[in-house]
């Protein structure tokens, strides 16, 4: 069971590559501030699929602490869900999007534990700011959806986005763990 954990860690990466390269060609051919969102959401979602369940494998073998299951068993579903919803966006972006933000809300609202450094609680306090920005994100992708002033809600997105990945990994006080899991 731990193998196949960590390996389809691996795998999960790949499972998103062609919905990034999908995403990345649509961003260059049709030029909109959603489709660089997505891509970049893709590409972060992706890695940290991997890094979720790698991460899960790795504790399987340490600990044999019950809250692991519900852990994995909605990270499984999250990636399942954030994959269809990537690649339903190749097509239909706004319902694509709206499917993989679900996916985040139901992730940040159901895993009560964060795996960093070791299996601790991560209680509703702690999750609500990332539960607003799944929040606000969803709004924009349901107001680019509905036609209102959609250059101003991809644009208001992607610089969610963008500042999400700066404030991870560009920001000193995420150095020192640039592994945090915080999906």
């Not at 985040?104 to 299996?119: E, H, R």
């Amino acid at each position: 069971m731990r193998a196949a954990v960590a390996s389809f860690g691996r795998w999960s990466l790949l499972a998103f590559a062609p919905a990034a390269v999908g995403l990345l060609y649509r961003t260059v051919t049709v030029p909109s501030p959603l489709w660089l969102a997505l891509f970049l959401l893709c590409l972060e979602q992706g890695r940290m699929a991997a890094v979720d369940l790698s991460q899960i494998a790795t504790l399987r073998a340490q600990t044999a602490d019950p809250r692991l299951g519900p852990f994995e068993r909605v990270t499984r579903l999250t990636v399942g869900f954030e994959l269809i919803g990537f690649y339903a966006a190749l097509w239909r972006p706004g319902s694509g999007a709206v499917l993989v933000l679900l996916s985040l809300i139901f992730f940040n609202s159901a895993a009560t534990v964060q795996l960093q450094p070791a299996i601790a609680p991560y209680s509703l306090g702690q999750r609500l700011p990332v539960l607003l920005a799944d929040g606000v994100g969803l709004l924009l992708v349901c107001l680019w959806q509905q036609q209102i002033a959609p250059l101003w809600t991809s644009s208001r997105l992607l610089g969610a986005i963008t500042l999400y990945g700066l404030i991870k990994y560009i920001s000193p006080s995420n150095q020192a763990h640039p592994q945090t899991d915080d999906s």
